[in-house]
């Protein structure tokens, strides 16, 4: 007996069909079925000559985005900074830093995407400014200044030294002794990154305010930074050591200790649902995506809100912190749908400027499948730059380290993943000009790997995902269709099918080994979309091959 998918057995229908149910109601909104590209803007396209990524860049790239078939771009932080964080340290939350361009440089990337059917969502960094932001200026003049509350200033402890052991993500202490006014000021992240005190309601006004800058130009909506920091302990009690560090991800000090007081107070789901009550005042449904690093699924899922009034998108990053097989993968989705609300749209994520590249970290011939199960799995997919080509890890000399976070750490530096995207087989693969020094150097392999080669290969991942992308967009089942798990498949093998009324149903099978498995359909199948596409439009029989390491979507037979 060859091992089989049995799609026979009566499919274990797990909660995402309330959650299809709930929105098939309605016509579902314009996040839920669109697929969002992320764009690390240093690295994307650099139009100035000046080897960093720039707004124009982004705008001249804007028909590959378009011919690639996304329906939005998140844009990581392009506003005024000092660059300590490349952009997460915020000195003016209204304009566009010099680097990056101007604002009417920001006006014409948001015209000319939308001209094209492509939404814009920038980045929201609530928890912390830079130590140049006027508003850190002024707090940090004298105790007295009226704006001293709107960060979080404290003395020093019974015996001297830091208020508490809270302790930065980047190392170090949390806490910067500031001598002329003679107190600690709390920083989760880099000294440069002051937090903020999101318990002063002037500061929720000003950050408001800011929210409405954007949308007022006609942004689609935000990805909201570090979700979890923004309310702490009021009392700041020290957070407990932590008895299994080897269970952090973390490298240095913050594996040590359980962080249990310096974020993820309750307090910050209110701090979310005004946000949203902003986000909605707006026509258009603007969205709001959370980054939150969180293991545990129910809390994750607490960020959608009781009445799911908080964030429309809590990033689920549970994917990206997994083993790369085929029951990890059913375990996690299923634990993923599973811990949905009511009524909450699922996303699903595999990259992003913090991680290490996702080719790199389940395998080059893997990548095909990780990005078929991305634009498959029921909710809104976020695609990483230079994932759909298979960007692999750069290879930074520790002289040219330019993340803050890996010249504390080299371990957990985030320059492999940031480095520049690959255009063509031209000097700088088209990133920059000629002659000029990319910020990052090149990826290895790049000239095999570029755009321009792919796009003339149709059998490149990047062809297979702009046919995911098409597929998507033919088949109802795809874009907003119930999932059914199913469970008997052979060990490597994790499948599915999608089902949308008066729509075929779909297959989705996925062969996350290297080895040939026998698939068990019960019904006759035509291949839709392979990742060998000289399947596509065949006609399978109700068993077939799936080939080493193929993705396959295909439509069942009634
Ligand atoms: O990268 C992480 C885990 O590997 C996260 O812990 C991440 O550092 C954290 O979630 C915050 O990330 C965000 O805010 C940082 C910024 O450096 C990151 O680029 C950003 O995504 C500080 O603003």
């Known amino acids: ?33 669109g697929v969002i590209y992320q764009v690390y803007p240093r690295s994307f396209a650099d139009a100035n000559g000046d080897g960093v990524g720039d707004l124009p860049g982004i705008c001249g790239r804007l028909d590959y985005l378009a011919w690639l078939g996304v329906d939005a771009i998140w844009i990581s932080p392009f506003y005024r900074s000092p660059m300590a964080d490349f952009g997460y340290d915020v000195a003016d939350h209204t304009d566009v830093d010099p680097l990056f361009g101007a604002l009417a440089d920001f006006d014409t990337l948001l015209a000319e995407a939308h001209r094209r059917g492509i939404r814009v969502i920038v980045d929201f960094v609530p928890n912390h400014t830079s130590d140049q ?90 990805r909201i930074d570090t979700v979890q920091f923004v309310a702490k302990d009021p009392d700041f009690r020290d957070n ?10 973390h490298l ?32 258009g449904h603007r969205v709001s995506i959370g980054e939150l690093h969180h293991p545990d699924f129910e809390v994750w899922a607490g960020f959608y809100g009781e009445e799911l009034d908080e964030i429309h998108l809590p990033f689920n990053f549970h994917l990206i912190h997994a083993r790369w097989d085929a029951a990890t993968v059913r375990e996690i989705v299923a634990g993923v749908i599973g811990a949905l609300p009511p009524g909450a749209w699922a996303n699903w994520v595999l990259g992003n400027h913090d991680q290490p590249r996702l080719a790199s970290r389940i395998g080059r011939a893997q990548a095909p499948v990780a ?76 000239q095999e790997r570029n755009v321009a080669t792919q796009q003339a290969d149709p059998g490149s991942l990047l062809n297979l995902t702009r046919r995911l992308l098409t597929l998507r967009r033919q088949h109802p089942a795809l874009a907003f269709g119930s999932y ?45 979309v392979s990742s060998d596409p000289r399947r596509d439009d065949s006609e399978l029989g109700e068993t077939f091959d799936l080939q080493p390491n193929e993705a396959l979507i295909a439509e069942l037979s009634p």
């Open 133 to 222: 932001h006027p508003w850190f200026v002024a707090s940090r003049s004298s105790r007295d200044d009226p704006g001293r509350d709107w960060y979080v200033w404290r003395d020093a402890g019974p015996v001297g030294g830091p208020p508490n052991n809270w302790i930065s993500m980047f190392g170090g202490s949390a806490w910067q002794w500031d001598t002329r006014t003679g107190q600690y000021y709390l920083h989760s992240f880099l000294k440069q990154q002051p937090d903020l005190n999101w318990r002063n309601p002037q500061v929720r006004a000003a950050m408001h305010d800011v929210l409405r800058f954007w949308l007022n130009r006609g942004v689609d909506g935000f």
């Open 371 to 446: 990005m078929t199960l991305l634009l498959t799995l029921p909710g809104e997919p976020t695609i990483y730059y230079g994932d759909e080509l298979g960007i692999e890890n750069g290879i930074i000399a520790p002289d040219r380290t330019q993340d803050p976070w890996g010249l504390v750490e080299p371990a957990q530096s985030r320059d492999p993943e940031r480095t520049p995207m690959e255009w063509d087989g031209s000097a700088n693969a088209g990133f920059c000009p000629p002659g000029v020094e990319p910020w990052l150097p090149l990826a290895p392999r790049w």
């Open 240 to 249: 407990p050591p932590n008895p299994d560090p080897e269970r952090l991800a």
């Open 484 to 528: 059914i798990p199913i469970d008997s498949t052979p060990r490597d093998v994790f499948a599915f099918q999608r089902q949308a009324d008066g729509a075929a149903d779909l297959l989705v099978a996925l062969n996350l080994g290297a080895a040939r498995e026998m698939v068990s359909a019960g019904r006759s199948v035509r291949v839709l």
């Open 252 to 283: 240095g000090e913050w594996r040590h200790q359980l962080h249990v007081y310096d974020h993820g107070h309750p307090d910050m789901h209110a701090i979310y649902r005004d946000i949203r009550r902003l986000l909605d005042s707006y026509p």
């Open 1 to 33: 007996m060859p091992p089989s998918v049995s799609l026979q057995r009566p499919p274990h229908v797990i909660n995402i069909r309330r959650v299809v149910c709930a929105v098939m109601e309605q016509r579902p909104h314009w996040w839920q079925t």
